[in-house]
């Protein structure tokens, strides 16, 4: 095989849910098609690299022309509630639904010594800061109902330890064990949000 079109596949197999097979056929799909695709997708790809960072607030992927996101610059989301959320599929899951109309934490994955992401992998040490300059009453966490997401949540309220007038809720009924956001339809969702239950 020409090395040039195998190290296509091999970053290709890397990307998540992808695989070795996954990544053969979106190579040679692009490899070759003739309209254009592959140089348009180079270039998509290229552009939002150099364009596209995460907030410093809340770490929402955002155009780097902007300070902060759209989620942060949105006065009419400051209503004292911040959602903590693993990653940003996350965010797009519940703006989907509309079930949620307040602010986001993105900590960027969950603790995990399988996977080695430790405390310090995690985007958690703002959240007491947002509390106070945000006003912050409820935390909502929205993780994954699994051992680690659990436990993530744990670290996080010890993080931020006990503050006067604020609250931690998390999903209730409807979200299964060890269920992930990714696959719950609205109406799940909407139950789980109307539903949260005090921690």
Same mark, same amino acid.
């Given at each position: ?8 596949? &091999?970053?290709?197999? &890397? ?52 300070? =902060? ?28 639904? =509309? ?97 949260? &239950?005090?921690?």
């Amino acid at each position: 095989m020409n090395p040039k079109i195998e190290k296509l596949i &091999k970053l290709f197999a &890397k990307l998540p849910r992808v695989g070795s097979r996954g990544g053969q056929r979106i190579a040679l799909a692009l490899l070759q098609d003739k309209t254009g695709r592959g140089i348009a997708l180079a270039n998509a790809i290229t552009d939002a690299i150099e364009n596209i960072s995460p907030c410093p607030c809340c770490g929402i992927l955002t155009d780097r022309q902007h300070s =902060s996101c759209e989620f942060c610059r949105d006065s009419g989301r400051a209503n004292g509630q911040l959602c903590i959320v693993r990653d940003l599929s996350d965010v797009w899951v519940l703006e989907k639904s =509309s079930v949620f109309r307040g602010r986001y934490h993105i900590i960027g994955g969950l603790l995990s010594g399988a996977s080695g992401i430790l405390p310090q992998d995690l985007n958690v040490s703002q959240i007491p800061q947002r509390i106070q300059s945000e006003g912050i009453t409820e935390i909502i966490f929205a993780l994954p109902n699994t051992v680690e997401g659990k436990t993530t949540q744990h670290y996080i309220m010890s993080v931020i330890g006990d503050i006067d007038g604020v609250c931690f809720t998390e999903l209730a009924s409807g979200v299964p064990l060890g269920g992930d956001l990714d696959y719950l339809d609205d109406g799940t969702l909407t139950l789980a949000f109307g539903g949260r &239950k005090a921690l």
